[in-house]
């Protein structure tokens, strides 16, 4: 069991930056890999960005590659997302999304992560 805390989202202009944060339960945190998801109305969630439970490895959507960056902090149980250059097609909930059983390779689909945190909003103004 684990519980996931997302914060940080807000209204922002086109171009600024913001960083979400997701703070996790569990003793077992370090061993999971983590996930970043985004959903806007209309829309199916799509994944953000990826990252191993060693943190050696990370994946992104095409369309956020060089703006956004994924990491995460084992010792205090936290995962973060670094946007920048926010355009307004960046505007959605942000979900971070625990996958329990250490994969050889990260997952792209929100069907292979076993826990959820209740979102932020993200909204990007022209």
């Known amino acids: 069991q684990v519980q996931l805390v997302e914060s940080g989202g807000g209204l922002v202009q086109a171009g600024d930056s913001l960083r979400v944060s997701c703070a996790a339960s569990?003793?077992?945190?370090?061993?999971?890999?983590m996930g970043w998801f985004r959903q806007a109305p209309g829309k199916e969630r799509e994944v953000v960005g990826a990252?191993?439970?060693?943190?050696?490895?990370?994946l992104y959507a095409d369309s956020v590659k060089g703006r956004f960056t994924i990491s995460r902090d084992n010792a205090k149980n936290t995962v973060s997302l670094q946007m920048n250059n926010l355009k307004p097609e960046d505007t959605a909930v942000y979900y971070c999304?625990?996958?329990?059983?250490?994969?050889?390779?990260?997952?792209?689909?929100?069907?292979?992560?076993?826990?959820w945190g209740q979102g932020t909003q993200v909204t990007v103004s022209s």
């Open positions: 999304a625990a996958d329990r059983w250490k994969r050889s390779a990260l997952s792209r689909n929100p069907s292979r992560y076993d826990y």
């Open positions: 990252i191993t439970w060693t943190g050696g490895s990370t």
């Open positions: 569990g003793r077992t945190f370090s061993q999971y890999h």
